[in-house]
């Protein structure tokens, strides 16, 4: 800390580095917002955190920074078959989806554990266990920070894709989220389709399961797999796995018969940036304060006392490595400023 830069952000980011910044406005209402609208807070451009679960910080931040902290939960609408359920941003994913499970509205279950907020959830389109936010996805409104007008977006205009929307593309930092609805069913389909969640539910002879044996099933799967960042600092997978041409792919299946891909059309298929990292030497390996996990190869982490640069830098020889050695780019799923 310095007297220029007073405020300490490491409360507010998961990778848990000391970074600093000069102006920080933790924000819990809309009419505030608006407040800190009018005021002119939009056009210093500033930076916007709400779980700080999918970012890393390598510097100071010279601008103001807003904490999106709006709560609450509603029920804005129900059919026979779905609960339409209204969550404030700066609820905690997690926590949401306890709340779901809780009255046996199924979704999300696949989802559990999952870092962050929900007001986070739609900008990169979490997903999990076989499982995508925008299955789920009803609306969300957001405030433009150019206009200051609130603004509804449905999921056609979201334009999700793989740990993607509009809101880390062409809208980029032009949005508050300010809360998100999600489409629930009351009577829960069980996907237990993904590899890890049929193999923990079979060990355990139920005679029929419910999305609480999901959600269970995947908080014990996350846990004996990521750290969790109240421990060990981390963002969760700091790398998208690429998607590369199936001929491509198809090759590096004929070296490696053990190597897992998931086709995503006639012409490309998804692999693991987990698998890649491993294969070059990197799981397990430690630089000083920071690192990649012993158990997952996506996730970056940091054992306390380090930087944000030294991830980026850790980051960045990764994916020369594995460019070098597979001809394959690695992208960050991580926001970094
Ligand atoms: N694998 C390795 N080495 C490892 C870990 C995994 O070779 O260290 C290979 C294995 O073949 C394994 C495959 O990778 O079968 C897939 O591993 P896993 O099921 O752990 O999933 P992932 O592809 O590594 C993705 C998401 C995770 C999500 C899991 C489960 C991305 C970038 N990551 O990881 O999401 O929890 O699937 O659905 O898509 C996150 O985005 O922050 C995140 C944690």
Redesign the pocket.
Known sequence: MNAAFPISLQPYNTFGFSVYCRELHLVDSREQLLELFQAGLFQQNPKIISGGSNLLITENIEVPVLVNRIKGIHISGETQEHIYLRLGAGESWHESVLYAVSHNWGGIENLSLIPGSMGASPIQN?????VELKEVFHELEALNIHTGNFETFNAADCKFGY?DSVFKQEKKNQYVIISVTLKLDKNPVIRTQ?G?IQSVLEAQNLSEITIADVSRAVIQI?QS??PDPAEIGNS??F???PVIPASQAAALQLAYPG??SFPQNENETKI????LI?QAGW?GHRRGDVGVHE?????LVHYGGGKGRDVLQLAQDIQDDVRQKFNITLDF?VNIW
């Open positions: 979490i997903g999990a266990y076989g740990r993904y890890d996350r797999k990521l969760g997978s790398f998208k796995n190597l897992k693991p940036a987990a698998w491993e799981k158990k997952q190869a996506l996730v799923e």
